[in-house]
């Protein structure tokens, strides 16, 4: 037993080094200037069709014409990229996800390397800056550093708050009204929020319904939309007439369609309640 804690000890500490050594940038690979893919198949997402042996010219980073393949005369400083027969599609969005202070070196290469341009982070920062979870303006960062192609980034699109979960998630010495006390708190949250041009409050699973209440109430006041996690205290009706913009993760429209919901609600302490015999108990109700 003891030799093992040692060994969880050494590897824990290997680890706490490795993030906080400096990692390597993905290297700006890529063609610039004018160029045209030949011979290529384009899906049409808007009709529906496929459009077989297209030349795609492109310039300045915006594709100027779509051309039979036989019509393509190659201009002076047309660069040349054969496309051999492969398929070109819109690129892709990854509408839910959480950005790191490492993800340029991790998730970006492997956004762009899959076809993810643009992503949608459901994730942010408190009143300060944090080591690990990237902040707004980290994202904000990476969109013109793309934009200027000197990163290589998918686009961030829209900027979240910190997961508001009614207390537990603030640490002791941040502001208190984090905690979403009373309304004055929620209505200082969403102006603080609002402050830094986030998009949207995104609410998580333990707020009460009072305080999801008042976060909808003020958000809607400084023109932001709450979107996130549905807090067990809130029933689907009323998150939908509170007009959240997004409900993420399909499991949480599991709870709406088990018969005894409500009793589960009423619990004192309904995270608690929820454990493997409960969550049985849902999938196996008809």
């Given at each position: 037993?003891?030799?093992?804690?040692v060994?969880?000890?050494?590897?824990?500490?290997l680890?706490?080094v490795?993030?906080?050594?400096?990692?390597?940038?993905?290297?700006l690979?890529?063609?610039?200037?004018?160029?045209?893919?030949?011979?290529?198949?384009?899906?049409d997402?808007?009709?529906?069709?496929?459009?077989s042996?297209?030349?795609i010219?492109?310039?300045?980073?915006?594709?100027?014409?779509?051309?039979?393949?036989?019509?393509?005369?190659?201009?002076?400083?047309d660069?040349?990229?054969?496309g051999?027969?492969?398929?070109v599609?819109?690129?892709?969005?990854?509408?839910h996800t959480?950005?790191?202070?490492?993800?340029?070196?991790?998730h970006?290469?492997?956004?762009?390397?899959?076809?993810?341009?643009a992503?949608?982070d459901?994730?942010?920062?408190?009143?300060r800056?944090?080591?690990?979870?990237?902040c707004?303006?980290?994202?904000?960062?990476w969109?013109?550093?793309?934009?200027?192609?000197?990163?290589?980034?998918?686009?961030?699109?829209?900027?979240?708050?910190f997961?508001?979960?009614?207390?537990?998630?603030?640490?002791?010495d941040?502001?208190?009204?984090f905690?979403?006390?009373?309304a004055?708190?929620?209505?200082?949250?969403?102006?603080?929020?609002?402050?830094?041009?986030?998009d949207?409050?995104k609410p998580?699973?333990?707020?009460?319904?009072?305080?999801?209440?008042?976060?909808?109430?003020?958000?809607?006041?400084?023109?932001?939309?709450?979107?996130?996690h549905?807090p067990?205290?809130?029933?689907?009706?009323?998150a939908l007439?509170?007009?959240?913009?997004?409900?993420?993760?399909?499991?949480?429209f599991?709870?709406?369609c088990?018969?005894d919901?409500?009793d589960?609600?009423?619990?004192?302490?309904?995270?608690?309640?929820?454990?493997?015999?409960?969550?049985?108990r849902?999938?196996?109700?008809?």
């Amino acid at each position: 037993m003891k030799m093992a804690m040692v060994i969880l000890a050494g590897l824990l500490a290997l680890l706490v080094v490795a993030l906080a050594l400096p990692l390597p940038e993905p290297p700006l690979v890529g063609l610039r200037g004018s160029f045209a893919l030949k011979d290529v198949n384009v899906v049409d997402v808007t009709s529906g069709e496929l459009m077989s042996d297209v030349t795609i010219l492109v310039e300045g980073g915006v594709i100027v014409a779509l051309l039979p393949a036989a019509e393509y005369r190659p201009g002076r400083k047309d660069i040349t990229v054969p496309g051999e027969g492969r398929y070109v599609i819109p690129s892709f969005w990854d509408m839910h996800t959480h950005s790191l202070k490492v993800s340029p070196q991790i998730h970006h290469p492997l956004f762009i390397s899959n076809g993810v341009t643009a992503v949608r982070d459901l994730s942010g920062c408190l009143d300060r800056d944090d080591s690990f979870w990237a902040c707004p303006d980290d994202r904000r960062r990476w969109n013109a550093e793309a934009a200027a192609g000197t990163r290589v980034s998918p686009r961030y699109v829209l900027q979240s708050s910190f997961q508001t979960n009614g207390g537990n998630e603030v640490p002791g010495d941040f502001p208190d009204f984090f905690r979403l006390d009373d309304a004055a708190a929620a209505r200082a949250l969403v102006e603080f929020y609002a402050g830094e041009n986030l998009d949207f409050i995104k609410p998580y699973t333990e707020l009460s319904l009072q305080q999801y209440d008042y976060l909808v109430h003020f958000a809607s006041l400084m023109d932001m939309d709450i979107a996130g996690h549905k807090p067990l205290s809130v029933s689907l009706h009323h998150a939908l007439a509170s007009r959240q913009s997004s409900i993420e993760h399909g499991r949480l429209f599991l709870f709406e369609c088990y018969a005894d919901m409500e009793d589960f609600r009423a619990l004192e302490d309904p995270i608690a309640g929820y454990d493997a015999n409960l969550m049985r108990r849902m999938l196996e109700y008809r």
